[in-house]
């Protein structure tokens, strides 16, 4: 899940980056650039996500599980 | 390869001017390493401390080595679209060329190799206390001998995201006149790398409870870290802006002022923020308030009045406590040195507070391309590398050397052999 909001966050860079290429009127270019700031924060939450996921302690129940 | 736009001749007197401000911009490196060692703890001050110093000397040879030759003009640049994208400096290696340069063409160079000794320490504090000192060396060489100098150049060496006014009329493009994002921008989001990557510390989560509270070992080096970095602030503030905004002597003074601003500001938003939160006011985070107060100017302290500069210290000053409280106990990110709600936030609310003040049309979106630059190409490139560098340089230190301290396990010695020092029990 980290990987994943990792990936995303490259996602938006490139979608301001074709923001500043394909739309030549401002209104179009600074909506398409904020998205492309929220579609990172929105990687950026999932990376959090992910970290916390990680940390989280291994129930008791499932660390045993299929080994007996 | 493109051609740098021509640097207009300094008179003796500015050239001086600049010159003695660079020199003592570095009182701002020595006041953020006071500061990362106070809020570490006291059986890894002598490691922490070293490891600033170490991590300095890696930039500079780093940097001079092969930094200087991405970061500089001319570049190259490819074509896309109809436009020039400029996105790395072709100067030759180890500063072969710095000798045939004028000398206010040498100062830029100079700014950057100060900056890269900032930018070192940053993602050192962050990891305090289980970051092995060759694993902090590792990180900042491949900060100051890649990232930094490719980010550098497209933001203050003719690259990309500084002809974003020209190219697509976005104001003046990325204003990174003081280095709020190649520096502290960059510096927070490689802190988060480096925790993610390092881990907690040892107890610091444990399985049942609340996150275990690891207060710093010396407020007085912290509080005398920041009237340090004060100092440093004004000069590297002033210095950017004489070199990269090419403000006028009768307007200099004005930035200092709302360098100062922003700083009290942040403190007094801070004061009032933990006083609310814990009845009293917290040295600590105090400290990093001025900080993020500090961080913030200097991406916007040219652009602003003092109202404004009053205003962006005092949310990048309500924003670090209650950020260093959410990313510790909500979101388990254990950042000893708070840079990531300082460095990488203060850094990113200054920069997005610049375009918004700005008197230019575009340059709050010329801005957002500089933020969403950031965090979705630098961000993950460094965690790519960093990654890489841990699987040859294991940055976590051996859970007995954590017990032991950095200090006795990477030294051999503490900071203070006559003090006893706490161990992970006392903190529970």
């Known amino acids: 899940m980290k990987y994943a909001g990792l990936l995303v966050m490259p996602t938006g860079f490139f979608l301001t980056l074709a923001a500043l290429i394909l739309f030549p009127d401002a209104g179009m270019r600074a909506t398409f650039v904020v998205c492309g700031v929220a579609v990172e924060l929105l990687g950026l939450g999932v990376a959090v996500r992910g970290h916390m996921e990680r940390r989280t302690p291994e129930p008791e129940h499932a660390r045993g599980a299929g080994r007996r | 390869m493109t051609t740098p736009a021509p640097v207009p001749p300094f008179s003796d007197a500015l050239f001086a001017l600049t010159l003695g401000l660079l020199l003592l911009a570095p009182l701002a490196i020595a006041g953020v390493a ?11 001050a002598a490691q922490s ?11 500079a040879i780093a940097f001079a080595v092969v930094g200087a030759s991405f970061a500089g003009a001319p570049g190259h640049a490819v074509r896309i679209a109809g436009k020039s994208w ?14 045939t340069l004028r000398p206010e063409a040498q100062l830029p160079v100079l700014f950057e190799f100060l900056g890269v000794g900032m930018l070192a320490i ?12 060759p ?23 003719g690259g990309w995201l500084e002809r974003l006014g020209t190219d697509f009329g ?68 002033v210095a950017g802006a004489i070199l990269w905004l090419r403000v006028p002597p009768g307007g200099l003074a004005m930035i200092a002022i709302n360098t100062v601003l922003c700083a009290a500001a942040a403190l ?25 107060g500090l961080v913030s100017s200097s991406a916007c302290a040219a652009m602003v009045n003092p109202a404004e500069a009053i205003l962006v210290g005092a949310i990048a000053g309500i924003a670090a406590p209650l950020l260093v409280e959410l990313l510790e106990l909500a979101l388990s990110i254990d950042d000893p040195s708070g840079a990531i709600s300082v460095h990488a936030v203060g850094g990113l609310w200054g920069l997005f507070a610049a375009g918004l003040f700005a008197p230019r049309p575009g340059q709050v979106v010329g801005q957002l391309v500089g ?19 841990n699987r040859v340089i294991p940055f976590r230190v051996e859970a007995d050397g954590e017990r032991l301290g950095m200090d006795l396990h990477e030294l051999g010695g503490g900071a203070y052999p006559e003090f006893v020092i706490h161990r992970d029990e006392s903190y529970r």
């Open chain 2, 34 to 44: 006071l500061l990362n060692t106070g809020l570490g703890r006291s059986r890894s």
């Open chain 2, 49 to 59: 401390l070293l490891g600033c110093v170490t991590n300095i000397g890696v930039a």
């Open chain 2, 86 to 99: 400029d996105w790395i400096g072709l100067t030759p290696l180890l500063l072969m060329h710095f000798n």
């Open chain 2, 122 to 133: 940053i993602p050192w504090g962050s990891g305090a206390d289980r970051l092995r000192l």
């Open chain 2, 135 to 157: 694993a902090g060396c590792a990180i900042t060489a491949v900060l100051a001998g890649g990232v930094f100098p490719v980010f550098a150049h497209w933001t203050l060496g």
């Open chain 2, 170 to 237: 976005l104001g003046a493009g990325l204003l990174d006149w003081a280095g709020a994002a190649s520096v502290h921008a960059l510096g927070g989001l490689s802190a988060l790398a480096v925790v993610w990557i390092a881990g907690s510390r040892r107890g610091k989560f444990p399985r049942e409870g609340l996150a275990t509270a690891m207060p710093g070992h010396n407020a007085v080096y912290i509080l005398f870290g920041c009237m340090l970095a004060m100092v440093g602030w004004l000069a590297w503030n």
């Open chain 2, 268 to 292: 007094v938003a801070t004061f009032t923020v933990t006083r609310t939160r814990f009845a009293k006011p917290d040295a600590s985070m105090c400290a990093n308030g001025w900080l993020a």
């Open chain 2, 371 to 389: 933020i969403a630059t950031l965090l979705g190409f630098v961000f993950p490139l460094v965690y790519l590398l960093f990654t890489i560098v």
